[in-house]
């Protein structure tokens, strides 16, 4: 059994990379992800411009997959995947049974028909292959700041345009589904659930919408030069108060008990 390797300082990695609210949910997932074994050969679902991946892992994966082909650009630059693949979740160029880990963070809530997903991952996974994917649950929308501001003071019909908008224009999530429907999807496409972590607590969700207007300049450097931060080194130095100030969100997390954002591992099995 070949596992896969993690960095370390997950945290500053992210902040001198990308924006303070990608940042933050992205380190607790790294965080998670980090208590399970990744075995070779390894497919990120959904790679997208592999940050994710670079600021993880210590190695090199496998594959990665994504329908966007500017996205691998930016993937390929930072040379964290052995081979990168231009396509969707349900069509994958590869054989049956090839893979021993597939992972997905934050993509599968974003595709419209989930089936057809789950099916091909149960395909091109090996026996006893474990799939962990990371998706929102039916809280996360309603925990972001505005949603609960405008909720509290009685403008419900606000409150849920302001939802909406965010699905729409910043998130374009096609599912909010809670633990037990996630499961029951993965269930139904022959994979057994070994686990289940929810996490992304009310005050992350609160912090992450609140940042969301500071990202705005990142989204400018990333379409101008393909990347969120364009002096990274800089940026670890002026963001170092907030690491100091952070660094402890992962052991905060363990104390609360509402959470917008789950972590499932499941197993392939037998198709139903």
Same mark, same amino acid.
């Given at each position: 059994m070949i596992l896969m390797k993690f960095k370390?300082?997950?945290?500053?990695?992210?902040?001198?990379? &990308?924006?303070l609210a990608l940042a933050f949910e992205r380190y607790l997932e790294c965080q998670i992800f980090m208590e399970k074994s990744f075995e070779h050969p390894v497919l990120d679902l959904g790679c997208g411009d592999g940050l994710f991946a670079y600021v993880l892992f210590d190695e090199k994966i496998d594959t990665g997959i994504d329908p966007n082909s500017n %996205?691998?650009?930016?993937? &390929?630059?930072?040379?964290?995947?052995?081979?990168?693949?231009?396509?969707?979740?349900?069509?994958?160029?590869?054989?049956?049974s090839?893979?021993? +880990?597939?992972?997905?963070?934050?993509?599968? %809530?974003?595709?419209?028909? !989930?089936?057809?997903?789950?099916?091909?991952?149960?395909r091109i996974l090996k026996p006893e292959?474990?799939?962990?994917?990371?998706?929102?649950?039916?809280?996360f929308d309603h925990y972001t700041w505005g949603n609960r501001i405008l909720s509290s003071f009685g403008f419900r019909h606000m &409150?849920?345009?302001?939802? %909406?908008?965010?699905?729409?224009?910043?998130?374009?999530?096609?599912?909010?589904?809670s633990p037990s429907q996630w499961k029951s999807i &993965?269930?139904?496409?022959?994979?057994?659930?070994?686990?289940?972590?929810?996490?992304?607590?009310?005050?992350i969700c609160f912090l992450n919408n609140f940042f969301y207007p500071f990202?705005?300049?990142?989204?400018?450097?990333?379409? !101008?030069?393909?990347?969120?931060?364009?002096?990274p080194r800089i940026r670890q130095v002026l963001i170092y108060p907030f690491f100091l100030i952070f660094r402890n969100l992962? %052991?905060?997390?363990? +104390?609360?008990?509402?959470?917008?954002?789950?972590?499932?591992v499941a197993e392939k099995g037998d198709v139903k």
């Open positions: 370390k300082d997950i945290l500053l990695r992210y902040l001198s990379l &990308a924006p %996205e691998l650009r930016r993937a &390929a630059n930072l040379g964290i995947y052995c081979e990168l693949i231009e396509c969707t979740g349900d069509k994958i160029p590869k054989p049956d090839i893979y021993k +880990t597939v992972f997905s963070n934050s993509v599968i %809530e974003h595709i419209s028909n !989930l089936d057809p997903v789950f099916l091909e991952i149960h292959g474990r799939f962990y994917f990371s998706v929102p649950t039916e809280n &409150a849920l345009k302001y939802r %909406e908008f965010c699905n729409k224009k910043i998130w374009h999530h096609s599912h909010y589904l &993965a269930e139904k496409n022959g994979f057994d659930i070994v686990e289940s972590r929810l996490y992304d607590s009310k005050k990202g705005l300049l990142g989204r400018v450097n990333k379409f !101008l030069v393909n990347r969120w931060i364009i002096f992962y %052991e905060e997390e363990k +104390t609360q008990d509402h959470f917008g954002l789950v972590l499932i």
